[in-house]
């Protein structure tokens, strides 16, 4: 029989995780990735009947959080529930024993956490762009704003399902940020309550929602979409790299 | 009486690798010397020198001042009751926790301050397994080997025999979280072979598994350690342990309490025999005037004493007014559950 007396590089390694954990959506995931997508669906049809008549930018803001609610709904939540659950079923000790690195491993959750919101975010941004009449010449920023808001979004999950010991404060942290992401990301800036407005401006939860708010608008303000994903790359790779640090406390406890 | 090592003290143990319970030197004959202590360290899999682990709040250590060493093509036991202590130390053997004192060496490379690089030489089945649950039985087995270095196709291919050589074929693509506890079990096992480590750390590996699987595992397992790999076992079956173990650590209270082959520990007991005894009635006799310490547990009573007296107390129940309350009766040798009950009778 084969033997390897060292262990994969940290590609092969997400890319294992990745495609191990690719068996949740056959397992029941499936479900709850539907679940995602009508959600941010009925979200667009809701607000479509209130805020038909706003103007472009309000209504950028809306389907841009509606589409991007989808990443924080699995890639958040979901995967702080996974990730909670795995670690109360003793989980953790099968990957705390192999020759990986723990950052390769929760990266692997990461990435296929943040595979699952690719229809939702794909059939609700289409929907959203034709419901709302938004112009979609410049829709391709969907791809880094979905990239780097599942970097965040999924940081945080993983940070919120590593991080307690208890798997009932996981799903309510997961809850939590699922809700913080819908307030902030569906009511448009100028609508916030004026107490609100630089808690949201200060903290990253939102920044992809307005950077691709900004590219559903005839002008978007490039110099700010650059800076706001930019931004939200950072704050992921912070979170990824505190879930890592979550992860190697949660197996010594 | 007995066999206990602990009530010589931690210190003994902890300043002198193998307690005195240990007749790893003895049973080999070949003395314990210096040199023969060092030769047999170098050749060690698995080296753990006083390990201890205490937990915030805990009124004791969950393992205090352990120390053992596992050889190449050795199948080693950790024996104890439930919170003797047995998970924490096996959790610090592979790197899952850091030991508040001592060292563990694993190839002779010190593990302790780098836990991750234990993951290289061993793998570890422990008793709950949920992170593979949403795979195919073979996709657990191929990612199982991938994640421990092997290139895809190796991985595959070797997946493939580990089906074979464990009689997964049946349910080789149903999803592991369907499968019944036993199936998962042995899947388990399969996971835990995958990578070929020369250090198997099994807890309680054959549970829930009928005859059939308890032999494809044991005949798996035998066929690793002949290749020289070391296989380091706990378990509660002491009956099953009897038959698989070269040599057996005895935790209490997380302490050792014995170390040594079955059949060096069982020798400890000075030829004394086990007299079960079970009654069908009130019995007319009185425990204390059998000769030994009585275990009584309800209307089931065991006593340990001297062959011949043992046949004498035996005769005299039986050809007394006591035997019309005998229901059943068993003379038998030392087992290592009378080894672990006298540990902990010792203990307290």
């Known amino acids: 029989?084969?033997?390897?007396?060292?262990?994969?590089?940290?590609?092969?390694?997400?890319?294992?995780?990745?495609?191990?954990?690719?068996?949740?959506?056959?397992?029941?995931?499936?479900?709850?990735?539907?679940?995602?997508?009508?959600?941010?669906?009925?979200?667009?049809?809701?607000?479509?009947?209130?805020?038909?008549?706003?103007?472009?930018?309000?209504?950028?803001?809306?389907?841009?959080?509606?589409?991007?609610?989808?990443?924080?709904?699995?890639?958040?939540?979901?995967?702080?529930?996974?990730?909670?659950?795995?670690?109360?079923?003793?989980g953790l000790d099968y990957f705390g024993t192999l020759p990986v690195r723990p950052a390769a491993v929760v990266l692997g959750f990461c990435s296929c956490y943040a595979t699952f919101a690719v229809p939702g975010i794909v059939l609700t941004a289409a929907a959203g762009t034709a419901l709302f009449s938004l112009p979609a010449t410049h829709l391709?920023?969907?791809?880094?704003?979905?990239?780097?808001?599942?970097?965040?979004?999924?940081?945080?999950?993983?940070?919120?399902?590593?991080?307690?010991?208890?798997?009932?404060?996981?799903?309510?942290?997961?809850?939590?940020?699922?809700?913080?992401?819908?307030?902030?990301?569906?009511?448009?800036?100028?609508?916030?309550?004026?107490?609100?407005?630089?808690?949201?401006?200060?903290?990253?939860?939102?920044?992809?929602?307005?950077?691709?708010?900004?590219?559903?608008?005839?002008?978007?303000?490039?110099?700010?979409?650059?800076?706001?994903?930019?931004?939200?790359?950072?704050?992921?790779?912070?979170?990824?790299?505190?879930?890592?640090?979550?992860?190697?406390?949660a197996l010594d406890s | 009486m007995v066999c206990c090592v602990a009530s010589r003290s931690r210190t003994e143990s902890t300043a002198s690798p193998p307690p005195r319970g240990d007749d790893a030197h003895g049973d080999d004959a070949r003395g314990d010397d210096a040199h023969g202590r060092a030769r047999e360290a170098s050749r060690a899999v698995c080296e753990a020198t006083a390990l201890s682990r205490s937990y915030a709040g805990a009124s004791r250590p969950?393992?205090?001042?352990?120390?053992?060493?596992?050889?190449?093509?050795?199948?080693?036991?950790?024996?104890?009751?439930?919170?003797?202590?047995?998970?924490?130390?096996?959790?610090?053997?592979?790197?899952?926790?850091?030991?508040?004192?001592?060292r563990v060496l694993l190839d002779g490379t010190d593990v302790t301050a780098r836990s991750a690089h234990a993951a290289v030489h061993l793998a570890y089945l422990p008793q709950r397994e949920s992170a593979l649950a949403d795979m195919s039985v073979r996709t657990a087995l191929e990612t199982t080997g991938r994640l421990r270095g092997l290139p895809r196709a190796a991985a595959r291919a070797q997946a493939d025999d580990l089906v074979a050589e464990l009689a997964l074929a049946a349910i080789a693509d149903d999803r592991v979280g369907r499968l019944s506890g036993g199936q998962r079990r042995l899947v388990g096992v399969a996971t835990a072979l995958a990578g070929e480590r020369p250090l198997l750390v099994l807890d309680e590996p054959t549970t829930g598994l009928d005859l059939d699987a308890r032999r494809t595992v044991w005949d798996a397992l035998d066929r690793r350690r002949s290749g020289g790999a070391a296989v380091l076992l706990v378990t509660h079956n002491v009956l099953e342990a009897e038959t698989v173990l070269d040599r057996v650590l005895v935790l209490h209270a997380g302490r050792p309490a014995a170390l040594g082959t079955p059949g060096r520990l069982k020798e400890r007991f000075g030829g004394l025999v086990r007299l079960d005894l079970a009654w069908r009635d009130e019995p007319a006799i009185d425990p204390a005037g059998l000769g030994g310490t009585v275990l009584r547990r309800g209307r089931r009573w065991t006593v340990r004493l001297p062959v011949a007296e043992a046949q004498d107390v035996l005769a005299g129940i039986l050809n007394g007014p006591a035997y019309a309350a005998l229901d059943d009766f068993g003379l038998a040798p030392p087992s290592l559950e009378d080894v672990l009950l006298a540990c902990d009778s010792e203990e307290g």
């Open chain 1, 1 to 90: 029989m084969a033997v390897a007396r060292t262990g994969p590089g940290a590609p092969a390694t997400i890319a294992a995780v990745h495609t191990a954990q690719l068996g949740r959506a056959r397992a029941g995931g499936g479900a709850v990735v539907l679940v995602a997508t009508v959600q941010s669906l009925a979200i667009l049809v809701l607000l479509h009947g209130i805020g038909r008549t706003a103007g472009e930018g309000s209504r950028a803001a809306v389907v841009s959080g509606a589409v991007l609610s989808v990443v924080a709904f699995i890639a958040w939540n979901l995967l702080a529930q996974r990730l909670a659950a795995v670690r109360a079923g003793g």
């Open chain 1, 140 to 249: 391709w920023v969907l791809v880094p704003a979905a990239l780097t808001s599942g970097l965040t979004y999924s940081g945080l999950g993983a940070l919120s399902g590593l991080g307690p010991s208890r798997p009932e404060t996981a799903a309510i942290t997961g809850q939590l940020g699922l809700t913080a992401v819908i307030f902030f990301g569906l009511i448009p800036p100028d609508s916030l309550p004026d107490g609100l407005a630089p808690f949201r401006a200060a903290v990253p939860l939102a920044y992809d929602i307005d950077a691709l708010a900004s590219a559903l608008t005839a002008d978007p303000d490039w110099t700010g979409i650059a800076l706001r994903l930019a931004g939200s790359a950072a704050f992921g790779a912070c979170c990824l790299a505190l879930a890592a640090r979550a992860y190697r406390n």
């Open chain 2, 62 to 102: 969950a393992v205090d001042g352990v120390t053992l060493n596992v050889r190449p093509g050795e199948v080693f036991g950790v024996l104890g009751r439930n919170g003797a202590g047995k998970t924490t130390l096996v959790r610090m053997l592979v790197g899952l926790l850091r030991p508040d004192t001592g």
